[in-house]
């Protein structure tokens, strides 16, 4: 029973808990937009009074395309918003950090591997390595 209760008590569960809630209540409020605001300026514009009740039928069945249309407008607002604020700048983040990140590897001119920048023979084929070369000093 302790090992379940560790299992809850970490910190990644409980992170992972709270975006989820965050993420439903977050489509709740795209989709509200979107059937309350959006899809009724495009019916006005169309001249239909509901767009969502938009329909065709087939052999007495009924097909709700402007349902469909709502939803596929609620996933492109929804897949934009995780884009652009949340994987756009994650992935600004990372290269920043790999960018002022200080090298400590090099490859090896022989095989190409890379080994340590200290390394005066490589680790995968034991061929000499020449010290990398210091950068020149800039004048203050």
Do not use: W
């Not at 970490?10 to 709270?18: E, K, T």
């Not at 409020?29 to 239909?48: H, W, Y």
């Not at 920048?117 to 680790?123: D, P, S």
Request: proline share 6%; with cysteine.
């Amino acid at each position: 029973m302790s090992g379940f209760q560790k299992f809850l008590m970490r910190g990644n569960l409980i992170d992972l808990a709270i975006a989820v809630v965050i993420g439903v209540a977050f489509s709740a409020v795209v989709t509200a937009l979107v059937t309350d605001v959006i899809t009724p300026l495009i019916a006005a514009i169309g001249g239909q009074p509901n767009f969502a009740k938009l329909e065709f039928k087939v052999h007495h069945s009924t097909f709700l395309y402007g349902s469909f249309i709502n939803a596929l407008i609620t996933f492109i607002i929804i897949a934009a918003v995780v884009y652009f604020v949340i994987v756009l700048p994650a992935t600004k983040i990372v290269a920043r950090a790999e960018r002022n990140q200080e090298a400590t590897d090099r490859a090896c001119p022989e095989c190409l591997s890379q080994i340590p920048i200290a390394a005066k023979r490589c680790m995968y084929c034991t061929s000499v390595v020449e010290p990398p070369a210091q950068p020149a000093a800039q004048p203050s």
